[in-house]
Protein backbone atom coordinates (compact mmCIF):
# COMPACT_ATOMS: atom_id res chain seq x y z
CA UNK A 1 0.00 0.00 0.00
CA UNK A 2 0.83 3.55 -1.10
CA UNK A 3 1.93 5.51 1.81
CA UNK A 4 3.81 7.90 4.05
CA UNK A 5 4.68 7.46 7.58
CA UNK A 6 5.40 9.64 10.50
CA UNK A 7 6.76 9.36 13.78
CA UNK A 8 5.82 9.92 16.47
CA UNK A 9 1.91 10.79 15.90
CA UNK A 10 2.05 12.80 19.61
CA UNK A 11 4.46 14.37 20.93
CA UNK A 12 4.72 16.53 24.36
CA UNK A 13 8.43 17.98 24.98
CA UNK A 14 10.09 21.57 26.72
CA UNK A 15 11.69 24.06 25.72
CA UNK A 16 15.01 23.46 24.04
CA UNK A 17 15.04 19.50 23.91
CA UNK A 18 16.27 18.99 20.58
CA UNK A 19 13.66 16.30 18.85
CA UNK A 20 13.19 14.58 15.29
CA UNK A 21 10.20 13.81 13.87
CA UNK A 22 10.62 10.92 10.93
CA UNK A 23 8.82 11.14 7.77
CA UNK A 24 9.47 8.38 5.04
CA UNK A 25 7.28 7.12 1.86
CA UNK A 26 7.37 4.29 0.31
CA UNK A 27 6.56 5.17 -3.16
CA UNK A 28 10.01 6.17 -4.77
CA UNK A 29 8.95 9.93 -5.02
CA UNK A 30 11.76 12.94 -5.49
CA UNK A 31 9.88 15.42 -4.22
CA UNK A 32 9.46 15.30 -0.04
CA UNK A 33 7.94 18.35 2.27
CA UNK A 34 7.13 19.24 5.52
CA UNK A 35 3.91 21.46 6.18
CA UNK A 36 2.61 22.87 9.52
CA UNK A 37 -1.18 23.20 10.27
CA UNK A 38 -1.95 26.08 13.03
CA UNK A 39 -5.86 26.97 13.37
CA UNK A 40 -7.25 29.79 11.25
CA UNK A 41 -3.67 29.17 9.06
CA UNK A 42 -4.38 26.40 7.19
CA UNK A 43 -1.53 24.63 6.02
CA UNK A 44 2.08 26.31 5.32
CA UNK A 45 5.24 24.82 3.71
CA UNK A 46 8.31 24.69 6.21
CA UNK A 47 11.26 22.84 4.08
CA UNK A 48 10.79 20.94 0.85
CA UNK A 49 13.41 18.28 -1.07
CA UNK A 50 13.55 17.72 -5.11
CA UNK A 51 15.69 15.10 -4.31
CA UNK A 52 18.69 13.80 -2.55
CA UNK A 53 20.81 16.03 -0.66
CA UNK A 54 17.83 18.93 -2.77
CA UNK A 55 16.81 20.70 -0.05
CA UNK A 56 15.45 24.10 0.56
CA UNK A 57 13.13 26.52 2.82
CA UNK A 58 9.65 27.05 2.78
CA UNK A 59 7.21 29.55 3.91
CA UNK A 60 8.32 28.90 7.55
CA UNK A 61 11.67 27.52 7.61
CA UNK A 62 12.68 29.26 10.73
CA UNK A 63 13.62 26.62 13.78
CA UNK A 64 13.86 23.62 11.60
CA UNK A 65 15.76 21.63 9.75
CA UNK A 66 15.85 18.78 7.67
CA UNK A 67 18.52 16.30 5.65
CA UNK A 68 17.56 14.34 2.76
CA UNK A 69 19.99 11.38 2.56
CA UNK A 70 17.63 8.67 1.33
CA UNK A 71 15.20 8.83 -1.05
CA UNK A 72 12.49 7.61 1.03
CA UNK A 73 13.35 9.29 4.33
CA UNK A 74 12.71 13.11 5.07
CA UNK A 75 13.07 14.03 9.02
CA UNK A 76 11.89 17.41 10.36
CA UNK A 77 14.25 18.64 13.34
CA UNK A 78 14.00 21.33 15.70
CA UNK A 79 16.93 21.45 17.55
CA UNK A 80 15.78 23.83 19.89
CA UNK A 81 11.86 23.59 20.18
CA UNK A 82 10.06 26.98 21.39
CA UNK A 83 6.23 26.85 22.38
CA UNK A 84 5.53 28.81 18.82
CA UNK A 85 6.33 25.43 17.24
CA UNK A 86 3.41 23.46 18.79
CA UNK A 87 1.56 22.62 15.93
CA UNK A 88 0.18 19.57 13.72
CA UNK A 89 2.97 19.07 10.92
CA UNK A 90 2.20 16.48 8.26
CA UNK A 91 4.57 15.45 5.36
CA UNK A 92 3.91 15.24 1.84
CA UNK A 93 5.96 13.37 -0.77
CA UNK A 94 5.14 13.92 -4.81
CA UNK A 95 6.27 12.29 -7.95
CA UNK A 96 6.42 15.23 -10.61
CA UNK A 97 5.52 14.44 -14.28
CA UNK A 98 2.78 16.22 -13.94
CA UNK A 99 1.91 18.68 -11.52
CA UNK A 100 -1.75 17.68 -11.15
CA UNK A 101 -0.61 14.49 -9.75
CA UNK A 102 -1.11 13.38 -6.08
CA UNK A 103 0.62 14.92 -3.39
CA UNK A 104 0.15 12.33 -0.63
CA UNK A 105 -0.04 13.19 3.18
CA UNK A 106 1.33 11.51 6.09
CA UNK A 107 -1.58 11.19 9.13
CA UNK A 108 0.29 13.72 10.54
CA UNK A 109 2.24 14.60 14.27
CA UNK A 110 1.19 16.48 16.82
CA UNK A 111 4.00 18.53 18.59
CA UNK A 112 3.09 20.18 21.94
CA UNK A 113 6.40 22.59 23.12
CA UNK A 114 5.92 23.20 27.04
CA UNK B 1 1.47 37.43 -4.53
CA UNK B 2 -0.24 34.41 -5.39
CA UNK B 3 -2.61 33.13 -2.70
CA UNK B 4 -6.04 30.88 -1.97
CA UNK B 5 -9.31 31.81 -0.19
CA UNK B 6 -11.75 30.45 1.45
CA UNK B 7 -15.21 31.89 1.64
CA UNK B 8 -16.68 31.08 5.23
CA UNK B 9 -14.51 29.45 8.00
CA UNK B 10 -17.70 27.58 9.38
CA UNK B 11 -20.49 25.97 7.12
CA UNK B 12 -23.17 24.74 8.50
CA UNK B 13 -25.69 22.66 6.76
CA UNK B 14 -29.09 19.96 7.28
CA UNK B 15 -28.28 16.49 6.61
CA UNK B 16 -29.54 16.04 2.70
CA UNK B 17 -29.02 20.21 1.83
CA UNK B 18 -26.77 21.44 -0.52
CA UNK B 19 -23.36 21.52 0.29
CA UNK B 20 -21.62 24.96 -1.17
CA UNK B 21 -17.78 25.24 0.08
CA UNK B 22 -15.75 28.29 -1.77
CA UNK B 23 -12.81 28.61 -2.75
CA UNK B 24 -11.14 31.59 -4.51
CA UNK B 25 -7.30 32.21 -6.12
CA UNK B 26 -5.61 35.21 -7.34
CA UNK B 27 -2.79 33.95 -9.83
CA UNK B 28 -1.56 35.46 -13.06
CA UNK B 29 -1.19 32.11 -14.36
CA UNK B 30 -3.41 29.24 -14.60
CA UNK B 31 -2.79 27.15 -11.17
CA UNK B 32 -3.49 23.66 -10.58
CA UNK B 33 -6.35 23.19 -7.94
CA UNK B 34 -6.85 20.89 -5.51
CA UNK B 35 -9.75 20.46 -2.65
CA UNK B 36 -8.68 17.76 0.65
CA UNK B 37 -10.72 17.00 3.75
CA UNK B 38 -9.57 16.16 7.17
CA UNK B 39 -11.81 14.66 9.13
CA UNK B 40 -11.51 14.89 12.83
CA UNK B 41 -7.71 13.17 14.07
CA UNK B 42 -7.21 12.03 10.96
CA UNK B 43 -4.32 13.65 7.99
CA UNK B 44 -5.38 14.87 4.52
CA UNK B 45 -7.35 12.91 1.60
CA UNK B 46 -7.62 14.02 -1.88
CA UNK B 47 -11.56 15.01 -2.83
CA UNK B 48 -10.81 16.00 -6.56
CA UNK B 49 -7.81 17.54 -8.46
CA UNK B 50 -8.74 20.36 -11.80
CA UNK B 51 -6.34 18.58 -13.96
CA UNK B 52 -7.40 20.98 -16.79
CA UNK B 53 -9.40 18.02 -18.99
CA UNK B 54 -12.33 19.50 -18.17
CA UNK B 55 -13.45 22.19 -16.14
CA UNK B 56 -16.46 20.45 -14.43
CA UNK B 57 -14.01 17.55 -11.96
CA UNK B 58 -15.84 14.86 -9.83
CA UNK B 59 -14.46 13.37 -6.99
CA UNK B 60 -15.14 11.03 -4.13
CA UNK B 61 -18.07 10.85 -1.94
CA UNK B 62 -20.17 12.78 -4.34
CA UNK B 63 -18.33 15.73 -4.21
CA UNK B 64 -17.40 17.63 -7.45
CA UNK B 65 -15.80 21.07 -8.47
CA UNK B 66 -16.07 23.64 -11.53
CA UNK B 67 -13.22 25.42 -12.16
CA UNK B 68 -14.10 28.91 -13.24
CA UNK B 69 -11.50 30.83 -14.81
CA UNK B 70 -13.10 34.28 -15.40
CA UNK B 71 -13.94 33.74 -11.92
CA UNK B 72 -11.24 32.65 -10.93
CA UNK B 73 -12.74 30.21 -8.89
CA UNK B 74 -13.01 26.31 -7.88
CA UNK B 75 -15.87 25.76 -5.89
CA UNK B 76 -17.10 22.31 -4.10
CA UNK B 77 -20.31 21.08 -3.97
CA UNK B 78 -22.67 18.18 -2.95
CA UNK B 79 -26.32 18.12 -3.62
CA UNK B 80 -27.16 16.09 -0.76
CA UNK B 81 -25.33 16.47 2.78
CA UNK B 82 -24.75 13.11 4.81
CA UNK B 83 -23.89 13.67 8.47
CA UNK B 84 -20.67 11.77 7.36
CA UNK B 85 -19.01 14.69 5.75
CA UNK B 86 -18.22 16.96 8.36
CA UNK B 87 -14.71 17.45 8.36
CA UNK B 88 -12.75 20.72 7.82
CA UNK B 89 -12.26 20.92 3.85
CA UNK B 90 -8.93 23.05 2.42
CA UNK B 91 -8.73 24.41 -0.99
CA UNK B 92 -5.18 24.10 -2.79
CA UNK B 93 -3.27 25.27 -5.82
CA UNK B 94 0.20 25.14 -7.01
CA UNK B 95 2.09 26.74 -9.65
CA UNK B 96 4.86 24.92 -9.70
CA UNK B 97 6.32 23.59 -13.08
CA UNK B 98 9.53 21.73 -14.35
CA UNK B 99 12.38 22.29 -11.30
CA UNK B 100 10.49 24.52 -9.40
CA UNK B 101 8.68 24.07 -5.93
CA UNK B 102 5.74 22.05 -6.26
CA UNK B 103 4.68 23.76 -3.20
CA UNK B 104 0.92 23.42 -2.31
CA UNK B 105 -0.74 26.67 -1.19
CA UNK B 106 -3.69 26.00 1.07
CA UNK B 107 -6.83 28.14 1.89
CA UNK B 108 -7.29 28.68 5.77
CA UNK B 109 -10.02 26.01 5.49
CA UNK B 110 -13.64 25.94 6.40
CA UNK B 111 -15.22 23.58 8.28
CA UNK B 112 -18.45 21.72 7.71
CA UNK B 113 -21.24 20.61 10.02
CA UNK B 114 -24.52 18.81 9.07
CA UNK B 115 -26.91 19.26 11.22
CA UNK B 116 -29.69 16.22 11.51
Known amino acids: EAQVTQNPRYLITVTGKKLTVTCSQNMNHEYMSWYRQDPGLGLRQIYY???????DKGDVPEGYKVSRKEKRNFPLILESPSPNQTSLYFCASFQYGGLTDTQYFGPGTRLTVL | AQSVTQLGSHVSVSEGALVLLRCNYSSSVPPYLFWYVQYPNQGLQLLLKYTSAATLVKGINGFEAEFKKSETSFHLTKPSAHMSDAAEYFCAVTWGSGGSNYKLTFGKGTLLTVNP
Open chain 1, 49 to 55: SMNVEVT
